[in-house]
């Protein structure tokens, strides 16, 4: 019989994906970076508990281009500064992702709040355009000029934030305890630029990042950098202080939310 490929790998093809997997080369990206300061309530307000602000009330849109084998991926962020366990990072709202394969992994393995949508990096001589869209709204949009060249950083270590948890088959609340995963990033830097210009944040109501308005830009920048990536599980959390939140992850979160009607089969 001719191999059903639903069927089971075996242990010798599982170990030959997870050791490819882990010899992968540096990939890396070109992308806007836009960092500014927002009102710090409204950063306060979509901090799920155990997160909480941090001294700034800090929000960054990353928004790149990568180079990985075969095709190129657009990736995107949208992230509030937040502090756990007295360790500083970011908690991302939204992730774009241009692809199906960047988006599942994130989202299935780390509990990322990824989403099909349009990425765009452009540059034109000086000209700088970056932008983040999704149904047909780019409701992040980055614009500048080159304005000089930056000392290269030194490789630093990043954290970011995400709760993983899944919808419960009834519709009312989730599985399990959702789980707190704080990822760790070492970044290398290889080529950074400073760019001025400003931010346009446009109202959505699939992604309303404009609820984060621009006080005072920090930076934009526009660099090339590579990173790797490792989760843990830090904490448990309230299954009731979490769900009030879950409309964050979702475009139509009534279709999680609604269980079935009492007597349906």
């Given amino acids: 019989m001719a191999r059903v490929r639903y069927g089971p790998r075996t242990e010798a ?24 300061e927002s009102d710090p309530d409204a950063v306060a307000a979509v901090l799920p508990p155990p997160l909480k602000p941090t001294g700034r009330p800090l929000v960054r849109a990353n928004i790149s281009k990568v180079d990985l084998p075969g095709y190129p991926l ?32 994130g989202r299935e393995v780390f509990g990322e709040p990824k989403k099909l949508g349009e990425v765009t990096v452009e540059r034109d001589g000086l000209t700088v355009r970056a932008a983040l869209a999704r149904h047909g709204i780019a409701f992040v949009e980055v614009r500048g000029a080159v304005s000089g060249p930056l000392p290269l950083p030194e490789p630093v270590e990043k954290y970011d934030f995400y709760f993983k948890f899944l919808p419960a088959v009834d519709g009312r609340g989730f599985d399990a305890d959702p789980v707190l995963v704080q990822c760790t990033r070492h970044e290398k830097v290889r ?45 448990r959390v309230s299954a009731q202080a979490l769900l009030p939140y879950i409309h964050q992850r979702y475009d139509d979160p009534q279709q999680i939310l609604d269980g079935p009607p009492e007597g349906s089969a």
């Fill in 13 to 36: 093809e599982i170990e030959a994906a997870r050791t490819k997997n882990s010899q992968l080369p540096d990939i890396w990206s070109t992308g806007v970076v836009a960092v500014w």
């Fill in 191 to 235: 080529k950074l630029e400073q760019v001025t210009g400003d931010v346009v944040l446009r109202e959505s109501m699939y992604d309303p990042v404009a609820d984060l308005p621009v006080r005072r830009l920090v930076e934009i920048t526009l660099g090339e950098k590579t990173s790797d990536q490792s989760g843990r599980v830090v904490d």
């Fill in 74 to 105: 657009g990736a995107g962020s949208v992230a509030v500064a937040a502090e756990y366990g007295g360790r500083e990072g970011w908690y991302p709202l939204v992730m774009p992702m241009t692809h199906e394969r960047a988006l599942i992994g």
